[in-house]
DNA sequence: CTAAACCCTAGACCATACTCTAGGGCAACT
DNA sequence: AGTTGCCCTAGAGTATGGTCTAGGGTTTAG
């Protein structure tokens, strides 16, 4: 049983196009076509697959993804290489979720201030602040005037 | 005091192409000018630039941080528009942080696999369904193949 | 045998987020 | 006054990752 890029496409929520484009790309050669041109995926090319889905989704860039793919064609030789390209990653990823985790608490920070019942006042303080600022360096104030 | 371009761009780690573009782009209208025509950026613009960048980094579009500074510039009547915001965009972190976790785990299944002692005996399993499966459905075999 | 529903490629087009160039003004030092 | 090093805008160009169209072949049910 092999799999059309249609079933293909529902199973992976990948689009047709992007299925196309990610083989124009070098990140499908693993995808055998039928005698009719068309492109007949296996269960095994569909791990590999969710693999790049994988690396794609943590935001690797569509070359290394390629390089990487490129190493699992040539077999078990490029296993070093393999590992390196994973372990960098990997880094990366650690990377960007301790960013993402500080950015987000910082979000929260605000958001408790939105959320609480002085917020008006707390925002009232800080605006009042800014606008002093400007006006302490003859700056033009750039914050909408109330309208009594 | 205030900063010229120049030393915000060094402050936050922006381009000063980055910080002209976040200007054109309507992300920067707290940001006033000196009689040269100069941006002059005062603490408090750095604060809400720091916002920005916090946005940025969890992959806020541009046209949302907009939407935000917009809030941000009329005053506290819009705080529950802010609150809206800032609450679905942390929605939408947790959502990446959940994803990211699960794919992480994932590529770290991947590398122990490629550092364990029998990396080789397992990935050669592994291409060995694979070219089966091709051979089964009646495929070329898109592998490369060893010359021993 | 034909219509509907697939499949294919090449290549144009689009969105997003920068990044840079050209042309010109301002500020400070020499 | 000239040179250096900033600043400005407008707009062109780039990188990335799709998304879609045109033109054409295949498969399947009626």
Redesign the pocket.
Known sequence: MTY????VAEKTGL????L??Y?KQGLLPFVSR??????AFTTGDLQLLKTICCL?NTDM???DIRQYITYVMQGPSSIPERRTLLQAHQQAILAKQAAIEKNLQEIEFKLNIYTSPEAETLVNQELAVAQAEKIANDLSNPFQVKNA
Chains 1, 2 share one sequence.
């Open positions: 059309t890029i249609k079933e689009s047709i196009y992007t196309r484009f083989d039928n005698s009719s041109g068309y492109r794609k860039k569509i070359s």
